[in-house]
């Protein structure tokens, strides 16, 4: 075993990447995939087939269900909830029932918010906390709100972007001014 689990955690997977740690009263279903240097916090469920890239972070208390792919260098805060299942009955479903859903490279996922499958959230993206996310969120979109709402633009580093140095109709080009890195954004209609 090249990664930690805590003796209370019910690990069934055998894709677990080397370095990652598995914390109190995990369940990580048979087939799910976690990639290296992941951190998966307490009572945290990750179903069948769920994909967690390397470099993950996933707080206390989230569930990710089958149909769910999040990319290397997430961040997903205490209690988010990923669903899998646009129109949910008991009595009528089935596998074929699942909606995928994508969360990329580096997005960040506030704390207790809820997604709804079916959705891509774009690279580096944040997710307020609280926020119910129904549609797909636009690379390096700050959001929140239920529903969801663009409410500006993040770095890479994660402080919110506000300084404009080129702009035109199709992308306005940002400065962050912490950590002094440009950031190309095409305008959303």
Known sequence: ?????????????KEIGEGTRIWHFVHVRN?????RNCNIGKSVYIDTDAVI???VKIQNFV???KGVKIEDDVFVGPSATFTNDLFPRSYTW?????????????????????????I????????????????????????????????????????????????????????????GKTIEIMKVE
């Open 1 to 13: 075993m090249n990664y930690q689990a805590h003796p209370t955690a019910v690990v069934e997977s």
């Open 31 to 35: 087939g799910s995939r976690i990639g």
């Open 53 to 55: 890239g390397n470099n």
């Open 63 to 65: 569930s990710i269900y």
């Open 94 to 118: 089935n596998e074929d029932r699942i909606v995928p859903t994508r969360v990329c490279r580096g997005a960040s996922i506030g704390a207790n918010s809820t997604i709804i499958c079916g």
């Open 120 to 179: 891509t959230i774009g690279d580096y993206a944040m997710v307020g906390a609280g926020s119910v996310v129904a549609k797909d969120v636009p690379s390096f979109a700050l959001v929140h709100g239920n529903p969801a709402e663009i409410k500006g633009w993040i770095c890479y580093c994660g402080m919110k972007l506000k300084k404009v140095v080129v702009e035109n109709t199709l992308k306005k080009v940002y400065l962050c001014e912490d950590c």
